[in-house]
């Protein structure tokens, strides 16, 4: 699964609707929905959305873990 496909999984399975989880990034819903599209949104993106809502996104993809755990060293 690519990571916009991710994000919208996520999104749909959370308690927020899609319009409070965009006011709070201060994104438009386009952008959401351009979000979602993306199989290689970026890594910060996709972060930023796991702060609003509340998850990590490590827990679904290898290539999260080790961009956490790279910055985690640092």
Same mark, same amino acid.
């Given at each position: 699964? !690519?990571?916009? *496909? #991710?994000?919208?999984?996520?999104? &749909?399975?959370? *308690?927020? =609707? /899609? &319009?409070?989880?965009?006011? *709070? $990034? !201060?994104?438009?819903? $386009?952008?959401?929905?351009?979000? /979602? &599209?993306? &199989?290689?949104? =970026?890594?910060?993106? #996709? !972060?930023?959305?796991? +702060?609003?809502?509340?998850?990590?996104?490590? +827990?679904?993809? *290898?290539?999260? +873990? @080790?961009? @956490?755990?790279? #910055?985690?060293?640092?």
């Amino acid at each position: 699964m !690519h990571r916009g *496909a #991710l994000l919208e999984r996520v999104v &749909k399975s959370s *308690a927020m =609707p /899609v &319009k409070q989880v965009v006011s *709070a $990034m !201060h994104l438009s819903r $386009m952008s959401f929905y351009n979000h /979602v &599209k993306d &199989k290689d949104l =970026p890594l910060e993106v #996709l !972060h930023e959305y796991g +702060r609003a809502l509340g998850y990590d996104f490590s +827990r679904d993809r *290898a290539d999260i +873990r @080790e961009r @956490e755990r790279i #910055l985690s060293i640092e």
